[in-house]
């Protein structure tokens, strides 16, 4: 009883910080900054355009490529050059890619060598990007990116505003089948519940760091200097493992949660997301096993406390009643920030929870095992 009583109120406590942490985000996106990243800005606010370097790791990306390669030339950031590596793909990722540079100079293609020992496969290629690029700015997409023509000169001016290292954007999530919609968003409630992101670019403490792989946007003199990707290159994600490093020096970063303006289909069902998520859930909570298992069980428990008896709950029933409800809501209000509609965000949040603990249990099978396929490709797991 006392156990099942103190549980109840560690869920009631925490479920009530994710929601505040929430708010915060949701509020401080609307109001802290004039210059949201949400925002359309007219092309003028880079007067002068200092060359920017799009660097695009690919590897069998055919059906996605080229549509990426379409939105960079549309853009309103003229002053760009595009390299793409093509890391052993066996479809027709090169030829596209070939094609598209016959009808514009500004695209380079980069063929793949043999992976070195230590090296995770993206790392290296967005290394070897990095020592082909010359412009002043270095900006990595990953190939699964759609990006509307003006958004380029407004998050250069916003890096160059706030002298930033590394600006990471969040793309807003196209999600068309129930299986990405029971997984996708549990990202998203991660990152919003659990890490304040106005602390981000304001706190130097490197507990305060986020970062998205499929948008990072440096200062190339510092990503020259230090040579981030290099700094991980061991490791199966870099993109959280960079926004630490970088803070660790001293230096400074910021992410946002992006409209439509940037947009991105990362997975294609319930089965690609979870084993994709997997590779990178522990990495959410710093690496950490506890953490993670520690964070499942409260946020899961609080589903189930309403079906204890009520004498062992603080505020009886009404007690456990409280915690589903603020775990519902948090995955309701996930939703709607996604773009689902109130009924889809009722329904589909006990779903996400499960899924969650699918992702979870994937993972901890992955770590044990130490090993794992991705993209034909066997990763390493750290």
Known sequence: MIIIYGFSLLCAVFLIFQTVILLINVVSEKIISPYSVNQYPPAILVPEQE?????????NEADRIGALLDDLLRSDYENLEILVYDDASTDSTADIIR????????????SGSALPEGWGGKNHACHRLALEARGRYFLFLDADVRLDPNILPFTVDYVKRYDLTLLSLFPWQ???S????????????????????PLVRRSPNPAFSAANGQFMLFDAPRYRYFRF????????????????????????????????????RMYTGYRAALSGFSRSLFQFFGGSVVATLLFT??????????LFPPSNLPLGSWGGFLCLFLAWNLRLLIAVKLGLNLIQGLILGPLQQLSWLGMVTLALFRRFRGKNVWKNRTIVFK
């Open 51 to 59: 060359l920017l370097s799009i660097l695009i790791p690919a590897r």
């Open 297 to 306: 069980l409260i946020t899961t428990g609080a589903w189930t406390l309403w």
């Open 99 to 110: 094609r598209k540079m016959s009808g514009d100079s500004r695209i380079r293609l980069l």
């Open 174 to 176: 196209d999600m068309e």
């Open 229 to 264: 990707h290099e700094q991980v290159r061991h490791f199966n994600v870099e993109d959280i493992l960079i926004s630490r490093w970088i803070k660790k020096q001293g230096l400074k970063i910021d992410v946002k949660i992006s409209e439509k303006n940037l947009r991105c």
């Open 178 to 197: 129930l299986g990405e919609k029971a997984t996708v968003p549990s990202m998203y409630w991660v990152l919003l519940s659990l890490l304040p992101l």
